[in-house]
């Protein structure tokens, strides 16, 4: 398992980091490059200079090594489900046009429920 910070090193330190984690994963399950390279349907040459570090290998090729390993579930911590959908969050935060519109302000005693006493009682609507 990867446990240094890997937020304050260089891409490449991560990329050989991560290379190093599949080493490590294929030296405990005891196989050889040759197998796994084999079983995983990349090149051994491939699989090989990126155990070194010095391979900057596909996506394909890091998803059917994971799958050759038995690992491949371990993608979903790269991107973790979240709960909460994009415009929840703006709900939730007041952003964007769900932020708070200044209220309007009403000249005071001015209601549509209330009779001005200057008009008699009448009201729109009385027409009839």
């Given at each position: 398992?990867?446990?240094?910070?890997l937020?304050?090193?260089?891409?490449?330190?991560?990329?050989?980091?991560?290379?190093d984690g599949?080493?490590?994963e294929?030296?405990n399950?005891?196989l050889?490059?040759?197998?796994l390279a084999?079983?995983?349907g990349i090149?051994?040459?491939?699989?090989?200079?990126?155990e070194?570090?010095e391979?900057?290998?596909s996506?394909?090729?890091?998803?059917a090594l994971?799958r050759?390993?038995?690992?491949?579930?371990?993608l979903?911590?790269?991107?973790?489900e979240s709960?909460?959908t994009?415009?929840a969050?703006l709900?939730?935060?007041?952003a964007?046009?769900?932020?708070?519109?200044?209220?309007?302000q009403r000249?005071?005693?001015?209601?549509?429920?209330v009779?001005?006493?200057?008009?008699?009682?009448?009201?729109w609507g009385?027409?009839?």
């Amino acid at each position: 398992m990867i446990t240094s910070d890997l937020t304050v090193v260089s891409d490449s330190k991560v990329l050989e980091t991560l290379a190093d984690g599949f080493r490590r994963e294929r030296l405990n399950r005891n196989l050889t490059q040759q197998f796994l390279a084999d079983m995983s349907g990349i090149g051994v040459a491939t699989l090989r200079r990126f155990e070194r570090g010095e391979g900057n290998i596909s996506m394909l090729n890091m998803i059917a090594l994971m799958r050759a390993l038995d690992i491949v579930e371990r993608l979903a911590l790269l991107v973790p489900e979240s709960d909460i959908t994009p415009m929840a969050n703006l709900r939730e935060q007041g952003a964007g046009v769900y932020a708070k519109k200044p209220s309007r302000q009403r000249a005071s005693g001015h209601r549509s429920d209330v009779v001005n006493e200057e008009n008699n009682g009448w009201q729109w609507g009385d027409d009839e």
